[in-house]
Nanobody, 122 residues
């Protein structure tokens, strides 16, 4: 079992920045590819960004390329999402997810956090 706990969400104005964190425990963090998803009200959960278990490869949804940056610190068992130039359409609950894999993909994650709310005002 892997336990994931997100933090760092909040209310920010359009154009602002937030940094989300996801603290992992329970298994060897560096054995897992990680990802961030978001879910807006009434919509499906959507892949935002992923990172390989070493941190050497990253993947982004087209909607966030150039604005968001995913990273990880395997020594601290923590995943990050730096979100810049935020837009109202980024408003959603953000979830981190883990899968026992070398690379990250857009599906197939086994473990999920409880989510953190991000609200971007116009």
């Amino acid at each position: 079992q892997v336990q994931l706990v997100e933090s760092g969400g909040g209310l920010v104005q359009a154009g602002g920045s937030l940094r989300l964190s996801c603290a992992a425990s329970g298994r060897t963090f560096s054995n897992y590819a990680m990802a961030w998803f978001h879910q807006a009200p009434g919509k499906d959960r959507v892949f935002v960004a992923g990172i390989s278990r070493s941190g050497g490869s990253t993947y982004y949804a087209d909607s966030v390329k150039g604005r968001f940056s995913i990273s990880r610190d395997n020594a601290k068992n923590t995943l990050y999402l730096q979100m810049n130039s935020l837009k109202p359409e980024d408003t959603a609950v953000y979830y981190c997810a883990a899968k026992r894999s070398i690379i990250a993909t857009t599906t197939g994650y086994d473990y999920w956090g409880q989510g953190t709310q991000v609200t971007v005002s116009s």
